[in-house]
């Protein structure tokens, strides 16, 4: 298992963030990943205009998971409406 940064951003609509955050969720733990800690960073204006939106909902995930798995994750994220943007990093030991 490696360690990973999952930086999300979802939309400022609570509905929205609270349905996004829940598939989000169950997708993580369906597929093995240990979510170690959860930060909200807050709401921030985005660089560009995503889906129709120019500010988000930022949260910061560190999660155990294993490699092969990111990739089947990915596919997951990209059907999910109530993402905006996501980014896997991997935190070096």
Same mark, same amino acid.
């Given at each position: 298992?490696?360690?990973?940064?999952?930086?999300?951003?979802?939309? =400022?609509?609570? +509905? /929205?963030?609270?349905? #996004?955050? %829940?598939? =989000?969720?169950? +997708? /993580?733990?369906?597929? #093995?990943? %240990?979510?170690?800690?959860?930060d909200e960073v807050g709401d921030r204006d985005l660089a560009y205009e995503v889906k129709k939106r120019r500010r988000g909902k930022y949260v910061l995930f560190t999660i155990s998971l294993k490699p092969n798995e990111v990739t089947v994750l990915d596919r997951l994220f990209k059907l999910n409406v109530n993402l905006l943007k996501y980014l896997f990093v991997n935190i070096e030991e």
């Amino acid at each position: 298992m490696r360690r990973y940064e999952l930086m999300v951003i979802f939309p =400022l609509e609570e +509905d /929205l963030h609270k349905a #996004g955050r %829940e598939q =989000l969720l169950s +997708d /993580l733990s369906s597929h #093995g990943a %240990e979510i170690e800690k959860t930060d909200e960073v807050g709401d921030r204006d985005l660089a560009y205009e995503v889906k129709k939106r120019r500010r988000g909902k930022y949260v910061l995930f560190t999660i155990s998971l294993k490699p092969n798995e990111v990739t089947v994750l990915d596919r997951l994220f990209k059907l999910n409406v109530n993402l905006l943007k996501y980014l896997f990093v991997n935190i070096e030991e």
